[in-house]
C-alpha cells in the first residue's frame, strides 16, 4: 500500500478533471481525494495501484484538459482511508490557474438539444463541463459559477443535482443552466429564423458579442447589409449547418474539414467550387470564410430552417440555408456587447435586434484561419484560441508587451507562458482604446500578474507606445520586423543565431524610415539588417496605402517610364502630376515594403487601383493567380538589395493580368529563394524564419517554403499566432523579456 501527492498544472480546472480523476482513481481501487487549487489540481491517492495512476489518467483526459506539468511525490499512507472523495476548491486569491476558451456545443449536449426526453430539450443555453461558454462569461479566478455572469442565475433543483453528482457530465459545470432556472432569448428561434428567411438582418446576440446575420442566397439583402454597415468590398464570413453543406460549395480536404469540426470553430477560407452566390459576399475573390454552427443556439437556427424536427438525422444531410454571419460593430468599433447600446446603435444596421439575458464579460470575435501546406494559420485569433498560453522555453520576467497600432494584441508572459490577448483591433478610435484598457486590466486580474516592465513599437506615435512610456515601468522598444520575427522564433523555441525574412505592410525603421521587406540575422534578443527590398518612393505617406495606383505611379518612376503613365492611367488625371512631383522628389519618404510592391502591381495590372480595405489589392491579386510563373533574370541581388525591377518592366508591357499575377507570384518567390538561399551560404545557415503581413498569402508562402526546401533550407511560418500584427506583442514580450 502507497499513497501518494500529485500536483497538476496547465488547464484543468472547469473541464471535467475532477470527475475523469474519480472515475480512475475508483476504477484502480484508490482512496485519497482531489480539489482543485490556485495553481491547478491537487490529488492525493492510497492503494496499491497508485503507480497506474497518472499513466490512466494522461491517457483518458477529457477533451479540453491539456496538462503543462505533472509533479508526483509518496508521501506516508494514512489509515483508515476508505473512500475517494472530491474536496471543495482552496479559496485562494492568487490564482495561477488557467481556463478553457469557449468552445463549441458538444455531441452529448447536440444530441440532447434535440431530444425530447431531455430536460434541456431545445434549450438555447444548455452545456457542460465539455463544452459552452467559458472566458467570455468569466468575470474572475478561480473559476466558480458566483465569478461568472451566470450568477444572477441560481440552480434549479434539477440542475442543482446534476451539478453534484460526479458521475453526471455536468458535475461542476459552473455555466449549466435549464429552461426552468437559466437565461433566456428575447424571441423565439422560430421567428428569428423567419425573419432571416423573410430578408431581414437580424443582429444576434452570439458567444463573444453581437453578429449581424442574413440570408446570403437573398442578393438584396446582402447589398442592404454592405450599405447599412457601409462596407463596401470586405469579404463576409458564411456559416452553414454541416460539413456536407459546405463540400457542396468549396473544396475542403480532410485538413481543412477538421480544423472546421474542431471544437474551436473558427472561419476557414475555402477556395469557392463555383460561384453559387451572389459577388457581393466577397467580391473580387476566389475564397469564401467558412464556419460551422457553434452555439446551441446556432444550430437551433438551422433546425428552423430544416422544419423543426427532433433528432439529429437532418444534420447528416446537406441544408440549403447558407447564413453571412458577420460582426456587429460600428465603422471600426469594437464588436458590441452590451445590450442596451446594441438596442440603440444596431437599430441602423439590423431590422431587428435579438438578445439573452446573460452578460458577455469580455469580448471575443469570431477567430480567421487559412491553410497553409495544409496546417491552419491564423489570421485573426480570437473566440476558441483565447486564454491559451504559448508555451516558451525558458521562464521570462513578468512582461507586458502592448503590440502594435493594427490589429492590436497585447501579450501577459507568467512564467514560461506567454498569453496573448483576444484581437483588439485597430487603436484609431476610442472605443478599440477602451476595449484595450479594459481587456488589459482584465487580462491582467485573471492572470494574477504584476508586469515589472513593458515592451512597445519603435514608432514613438503609435497610442501603445506612448500610453508605454507613460507608467511608472521601464519601458523598451522593439522594431516592428524584428518583433514579427521573434514572435515565431518564440513559438518554434528558435535559439541561437538565425535568419529572418519580414514580408509586411508598414513598420518603422530603425532610421525612422518605412520597412517592409527586410532580411535579418537574428541572436537572440539582437537583430541585424542585412538586406531589404529596393526601396520605391511611397507617395502621399498613408494615401498611397487606400491608394495603390499611387505605388503604381512610383513603381514606373523607379523604371524610368514616364510615357506609360497615361497608358496605364489614362483616368487618373493626379497621375502624371504625381509623376513629376516625384521627379523632383519633394517631401518623399522611401519604403522597402513588400505589401506595397504588391499595391504597386496590382494597379498596375489594373485589379485594384483604389482599396476598399487593407490589403484589397494584393488580395485580389492573389486571387488571380493560376500557375505560377518564373521570369527568368527577372531580379537582382546587389548591394544588399533585393530588386525585381528587371521584371516589373516586364509587367508594365502586359495587359492580361492573370499572367502579370503569375509571373509576379512566381518571379517574387524564385528571387526571394535566391536572395535567402545566398544567405544562407554567406551565414552558413540552413534556416531561416519567415513572418509578416504577406506571408497569409498562401502562393507565396507555400511557393517559397517549397522552394526553399528543395535547396536544403528550412523555413518557419508561424502557426500559434497570426504573420500580420495580430503576431506583433508575443515576439515584442520575447525579445523585450530578455534585455
Ligand atoms: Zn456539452
Ligand atoms: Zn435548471
Ligand atoms: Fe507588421
Known sequence: MERLKIAIQGRVQGVGFRPCVHAIARQLGLTGWVKNNAYG???????????SFTQQLTHHLPPLALIRSIQQDKIPVVQGDLLFAIHLSDNQDAANTIISPDTCVCSACL?????????????????????????????????????TSMKPFPLCEGCQQDYLDPENRRYHAQPTAC?????????????????????????????????LIADARNERVLLRLRQRKNREGKPFALMLA???????????????????????????????????????????????????????????LFNAFAGGPNGLEWLQEQQSVILVVTS??????????????????????????????????????????????????????????VPNPIPLVNALPPTLAVGGHLKNTFCVTRGDEAFVSQHIGSLNNKASIEFFHDSLTYWLSFLNVKPERII?????????????????????????????????????????????????????GLNGQSWGGELFLLDGEVSQRI???????????????????????????????????????????????????????????????????????????GVRTVSQYEGQAAMQLEALVTEPEVYPHGWRISENFFDLRPVLNYLVTLKDPVLGANVFHGTLIAGLADWVLGVCCETKRNQVILSGGCFLNRILAEGLVAKLKNVGVTALLPRLLPPNDGGLSLGQAWVGGKL
Request: net charge negative; glycine share 6%; proline share 5%.
Open 242 to 300: 454541416n460539413l456536407a453543406s459546405v463540400n457542396s460549395m468549396a473544396e475542403c480536404d480532410a485538413d481543412a474539414a477538421h480544423l472546421l469540426e474542431s471544437s474551436v470553430r473558427p472561419i476557414v477560407l475555402l477556395k469557392k467550387k463555383k460561384n453559387l452566390l451572389s459577388d457581393l459576399v466577397a467580391p473580387g475573390l476566389n475564397e469564401f470564410g467558412f464556419m460551422l454552427p457553434y452555439t446551441p443556439i446556432h444550430y437551433l
Open 41 to 51: 489540481v491537487l490529488i492525493e491517492i492510497q492503494g496499491e495501484r497508485v503507480l
Open 179 to 211: 429552461t426552468r432556472c437559466g437565461p433566456h432569448l428575447s424571441m423565439p428561434i422560430e421567428a428569428v429564423a423567419k425573419r432571416i428567411l423573410l430578408g431581414e438582418i437580424v443582429a444576434l446576440k452570439g458567444l463573444g458579442g453581437y453578429q
Open 456 to 508: 512597445h513599437d519603435l514608432h514613438p506615435d503609435f497610442y501603445t507606445s506612448v500610453w508605454a512610456k507613460e507608467q511608472e515601468l521601464p519601458a523598451f522598444a522593439v522594431q516592428h520586423h524584428h518583433a514579427h520575427l521573434a514572435s515565431v522564433m518564440a513559438e518554434h523555441g528558435v535559439e541561437g543565431r538565425v535568419l529572418g525574412l519580414a514580408l509586411d505592410g508598414y513598420g518603422y
Open 111 to 147: 444530441h440532447e438539444l434535440f431530444d425530447a426526453g431531455s430536460r434541456y430539450f431545445r434549450y438555447p443555453f444548455l452545456n457542460c463541463t465539455q463544452c459552452g461558454p467559458r472566458l467570455s462569461i468569466t468575470e474572475a479566478l478561480p473559476y466558480d459559477r458566483d465569478k
Open 328 to 385: 456587429a460593430n460600428l465603422g471600426g468599433n469594437p464588436l458590441m456587447i452590451d445590450d442596451t447600446e446594441a438596442c440603440v446603435e444596431l437599430e441602423e444596421i439590423a431590422d431587428r435586434v435579438v438578445s439573452y439575458n446573460r452578460a458577455i464579460v469580455t469580448r471575443a470575435d469570431d477567430s480567421v484561419t487559412r491553410m497553409i501546406h495544409n496546417k491552419p494559420m491564423l489570421i485573426r485569433r480570437a473566440r476558441g484560441y
Open 531 to 605: 538586406g531589404s527590398f529596393y526601396p520605391l518612393f511611397q507617395p502621399g505617406g498613408e494615401m498611397a496605402v487606400h491608394e495603390p495606383w499611387r505605388m503604381a505611379v512610383s513603381l514606373l518612376h523607379a523604371l524610368d517610364l514616364k510615357d506609360e503613365v497615361d497608358a496605364h492611367f489614362p483616368d487618373f488625371k493626379q497621375a502624371k502630376a504625381l509623376y513629376t512631383v516625384l521627379e523632383k522628389q519633394i517631401n518623399t519618404l522611401k519604403t522597402s515594403s513588400c505589401g506595397r510592391l504588391f499595391d504597386a502591381v496590382s494597379a498596375l495590372l
